[in-house]
């Protein structure tokens, strides 16, 4: 049984690019897998294999996390399930009590979120008792080193595995996004992700901005994500103009043309774990460029690709350099993983804690 993901397929977020890579390749390895989403995010029954139940979509604490993981508890009770496989932190709230009636638990260790700033004192209290809990599960599975360090420095390391998230199987023929203003010529710079000062918007326009001033040269900043933080948004509204434009939330079909058509791919996170649109970025062959926090850093990438996500002018200068030879700042690919791998991986975590 999978908890924590609000619904597969083509759902924006980390643990649900995860959840719909991975765990259709469980699915077809024997295992019976049923995945509980958020009611009106599900839209239909089954996806490769996968069982889709819905929960009903509640907020309380306003959070519509709290319901939607005591409802997990309930199916849990009723179903089951061998190995309760919980896709974040906050899913591992509850882990004690999968524990108490006899599942094995998995928690996929996807980000710290209790140090994100948009947390109050009960929410980052949550994320921490949750975390603290993971040393109690059969397994963890950290998507980063860095992340795994982070529970070694709090005392959980004998039961955690690192597995990265992985590059995607690229179709031949990309799907071009619908007409727009973007759409007559002007080259663009692609930032993917949610418009939170979590993924540090504001220093990547601002860094815009100065790299337009320093090269006289006229590209487009296109930034498909959710506009969920609207006091965030609004902080951002008097940086934007013709050229720097707020998509809002993509389908991937969308994001498919997008990737294959910037100029540049830029990732300027203060906070994340293994980056799916950096590597969705990467699968595509794009130039790119990252902030060099240390999970950025974690994907092994040249010194060069990476700028200092706390000053802008640093943003515009490596943007500047890419732009200007695109072909040193392309990732190789066979560095990194292929989902059948990772679900490879994690397959042999479930037998040996089913052992």
Not at 9 to 22: C, I, S
Not at 241 to 269: H, I, M, P, T, W
Not at 292 to 304: H, K
Request: glycine share 8%; hydrophobic share 45%.
């Amino acid at each position: 049984m999978v908890v924590g993901a609000r619904g597969i397929p083509d759902v924006e977020g980390g643990a649900e690019k995860n959840a719909e890579m991975l765990f259709p390749l469980v699915a077809a390895a024997g295992y019976r897998v049923v995945l509980l989403g958020l009611e009106g995010v599900l839209k239909k029954d089954s996806y490769r294999g996968v069982e889709l139940r819905s929960v009903p979509n509640r907020r309380i604490l306003k959070t519509d996390k709290i319901f939607y993981y005591l409802s997990a508890i309930r199916i849990a009770r009723t179903i089951r399930p061998d190995i309760v496989h919980l896709q974040g932190l906050g899913a591992s709230l509850f882990l004690w009590a999968y524990k108490l009636m006899g599942a094995r638990v998995v928690v996929r260790y996807g980000s710290a979120d209790y140090i994100v700033s948009k947390w109050g004192v009960i929410g980052r209290i949550g994320f921490q008792l949750a975390e603290f809990q993971t040393r109690y599960a059969d397994a963890v599975i950290a998507v980063a080193p860095a992340l795994a360090e982070r529970l070694e420095g709090n005392g959980i390391v004998n039961n955690v595995h690192v597995i990265a998230n992985a590059l995607d199987e690229v179709p031949e023929a990309a799907v071009l996004p619908p007409p727009g203003e973007w759409e007559d010529g002007v080259p663009f710079v692609l930032v993917v992700g949610r418009v939170t000062a979590q993924k540090n918007i504001h220093a990547i326009v601002e860094g815009f901005r100065l790299f337009r001033e320093k090269t006289k040269t006229r590209y487009r900043l296109l930034i498909a994500g959710g506009l969920d933080d609207q006091s965030y948004v609004d902080t951002l509204r008097s940086s934007l103009d013709q050229d720097v434009v707020l998509l809002g939330r993509c389908k991937r079909s969308r994001l498919e043309g997008l990737y294959r058509r910037c100029a540049l791919f830029v990732n300027g996170s203060m906070h994340e774990g293994c980056s799916n649109a950096v590597l969705e970025a990467i699968s595509r062959d794009c130039p790119i460029i990252l902030s060099g926090i240390a999970e950025n850093r974690d994907f092994g990438l040249d010194e060069q690709l990476y700028f200092d996500p706390e000053d802008p002018r640093s943003v515009a200068d490596t943007m500047a350099a890419a732009l200007a030879d695109p072909k040193r700042y392309r990732a190789d690919r066979s560095k990194f993983l292929s989902w059948p791998t990772v679900g490879e991986k994690t397959l042999a975590i479930y037998r040996s804690i089913l052992n």
